[in-house]
Every structure is written in structure tokens, then in C-alpha cells.
């Protein structure tokens, strides 16, 4: 990546390509009924079965294609498993503590599959085409595509109501969403870094509204625009770069304004005991953010909730002012190019975004006072994590450089983001980064 990391050395931590030789499984246990997704990572020498499941020692045995082995937590606990595996998939049985009596013993089916082994030692650029979408953000969504920290993935988006780009009807409108790609490596606890490498127009009309969310509106604006809410084609000028309303008249008749592609929606799977959860909701794992900033040349960092991380993207816009004040953003097709990396045991509490030039936290929930302290949390824990700097010196920072914007007022959430400009802490020594993983 090209990313200027000079301050802060989250990057440093991403993952060695070479870090994933051991044999990886991901284990779907149905506990009553739910699905709980574990990392199996294990190694077989002459029958003898090593290695750890989410992070605990696990040692067994592999004879004509039937597994055995124990698991053991930070209590002593053990959970006992047996399986057969056929080619790359895996199904059998456990017997694990009592999820409420520690004392007692539960059986659970479960199956896995192996996550295949990277087979070239250079990151890898996938072109991938999609033929269904989802309107979910869900864990039990198959993945569509698996690739590894460093390669970059080549698709297409469609928009808020399901059109691509030829104008044709793919998937059902709410912002449908291409994946999930599964990133091989990822745990929750990590942080995923996602590069917009490229976000280019991919047709020449984009629809809006002519409305205003309720949020905007003042009894007496509620009782003048109850004609409002009109859907806007707009005429995308891929040479030019421009937009403008199509027939408009009057004052509008010669307006056009520079496109600033983005996309709307990018988030990774939540994590165990969420449902799966609607494209057009936000959370600590990103959602439809509809933030302006998520654009091409910046990075989105984003919490790890499941095994493979699980990442989703779609809602393209073709410009969008602060809060997608008229409902609906200018809202297109897009062809994406995006590269990811892997920050090893590190998370946070809020999806990240940095530019050349600033870095960015998004504050997400029901109120803006919620989403503004959510967002000041953000900001001050990256303050702290990668600069080295005591809550008090964080909070004298906030106080003479922090910026305040409007992300999105157009769902169930409200978007507030904290911005500080990099060169306000260019004199800032970064903190010492933690070992390579």
C-alpha cells in the first residue's frame, strides 16, 4: 500500500505473507441451534495432530480420514472433538462444557472447511465478478471469493436500488452488496485494512431525490416540502468528471457539480449472537456508513467480529454532500478496485479512516450527541494506541485540531466523524509498534 504511515505505525503490524503455512479450518459448531464460527489451526506429523482453536492448544490424532482431538482453555477446560474429513471439508461431533453448568457436558454437531493455502509468494490481484447479492450483513453467508492479506480484489457494484450498470434490475433495492470475501488469517480482535484503490463511474446516469430526511426539518420545513421526495436523474459526464440534474430549468438549468465517487456501504460480518443484519444499518464493523470519506486513495480500518473477516461492500454514489441530506446520495454503479491488509491483535471500538492528509473516526448510533461521543471515544483511543500520547495530552489535541462532521443523516443512525489533520501532529514521536505477527 501506499499509504503515509510516517505518524502512526498501525501498518506495521500487518501480517508477513509467509505467517499462514500452518493448515487452517473454519469450525461451524451449532450451539442450539446457532452457528459459532472458530479458527482451527493445526499441523499433522506422523498422525499427530498440533495446533490452537481460537487460540487455545489443541493436540489429537489423524488415521484414515478420521480427526480426534482435545481442546483446552485458559481454565483448564477441555472440549473434545471427532471427525471425518473428505477432501476439504469436515464434519463430526463435540462434547463441551455446559455453557451453563461448567460441571455438565453438552454435545454439538459441527462442520468445516479449509481456507486454501496462499500459492504464490506475491500478492495477487482477483478479478471477480459478481451473480448474486446480498441484503444482509450476515456471518452465514458463504463467502464468495477467498484471498489473502496483500491481494487486492477487481469488481463491480450496483446501486442503492439493485441496478447495475447497464440499467438492469440484478438484486432487490437496499443497498445490496457484493461477498463476502473471506480474508485468510483474519480473527476477531484483528483490524482490517481496506484500500480503495480505484472508484470509477461505470455508466453515465445516477438517480437522487429532491426531498429532505426528517431529521432536517422544522415544523414549518416539514409542512412546505410535504410535495417533496421526487426522484432526480442526474447525467454523469464520465469524460468531464461532472454531474448535473437532466431537464433541469430556472436556476438549476446550467448547475452541474465535480463527481466524487464513493461508496456507501463497506462492512465486515458482526460477530457471534448478532442476526444478520440489515444493508442499510450501521455498527462497530461498518455498515451502510454512507460517509464521503470512504473514497478512492483512502484506507478503512475495521474491526474484525469473525473468522476471515467477512467483508462486504456495495451502495455506490457518485457524489454525496455531508449527511446524505435528501435521502438517497447520487446513487450509481461503480467499478471498485480495493487491497487489504491485516493489522494482527489490535481492534477498536470504531471504524477508522485515513487520508493522505487527515486521519478520521466515525461515531454511529440512534442520537448525534451518541454518534458525536462515540466518535470523540474514537479519536482519542487512536490518539493514545498509536501516538503514544496520555489522555491528557490526547484531549489538548482534540481541543485546538479536532473537526467535526456530519456523516449521515439519511438511515436509522446517525453518522458523526472526528478529523484531525496529519500535519498537526507531524512533531508527534509515534509510539514504539508491538512485534510483527
Sequence with gaps: ???????????????????????????????????????????????????????????GSLADHRLTFTATDSEGQESHYTARIDDARMHGDSDQPDTNDRTARASHAFTAWRVPQRTQATPQR?????????NTFSADRAPVLVIHPGDSVQTRTLDSGGVDEHGVTRALF??????????????????????????KLNRDHADSLDGLVGRLKTARVAAETTALGKPVR?????????????????ALKDFEVPVKPMLGGLALAPGFGYPPISTGDTDV?????????????NTVYLPVQQPGALLYLGDGHALQG?????????????????????????????????????????GQAGSSDDALRIATAGMLQWLRQSYGL???????????????????LAGRSVGVAAKI????????????APAKD
Design 1 to 59: 500500500m501506499t499509504i503515509a504511515w510516517k505518524l502512526s505505525s498501525l501498518l506495521l503490524l500487518v501480517t508477513p505473507l509467509d505467517a499462514l503455512a500452518a493448515e487452517q479450518w473454519i469450525m461451524a459448531t451449532d450451539l442450539w441451534g446457532n452457528r459459532s464460527y472458530q479458527t482451527l489451526q493445526m499441523e499433522v506429523r506422523d498422525g499427530r495432530v498440533q495446533g490452537t482453536l481460537d487460540g487455545d492448544p489443541v493436540a
Design 174 to 199: 437496499g443497498n445490496p452488496q457484493v461477498g463476502p470475501f473471506f480474508v485468510a488469517g483474519a480473527e476477531p480482535g484483528d483490524t482490517l485494512a481496506i484500500t480503495l484503490t480505484s472508484l
Design 234 to 250: 442526474w447525467h454523469l459526464d464520465r469524460v468531464r468528471g461532472m454531474a448535473r440534474p437532466q431537464g433541469a430549468t430556472g
Design 285 to 297: 464493523f461498518g455498515g451502510n456508513m454512507d460517509f464521503n470519506a470512504v473514497v478512492e486513495g
Design 322 to 362: 455531508d449527511g446524505e441530506t435528501t435521502q438517497w446520495a447520487l446513487e450509481t454503479s461503480l467499478d471498485v478496485v480495493l487491497q487489504v491488509q491485516l493489522v494482527k491483535q489490535q481492534a477498536f471500538a470504531t471504524p477508522r479512516v485515513e487520508s493522505p492528509t487527515q486521519i478520521m473516526t466515525l
Design 126 to 134: 482477483h478479478v471477480f465478478t459478481p451473480t448474486d447479492y446480498s
Design 421 to 432: 489533520d496529519k500535519a498537526l501532529l507531524r512533531n508527534i514521536t509515534p509510539a514504539a
Design 390 to 408: 496520555t489522555l491528557s495530552e490526547a484531549a489538548r489535541v482534540l481541543g485546538v485540531g479536532v473537526q467535526y462532521h456530519v456523516a449521515n
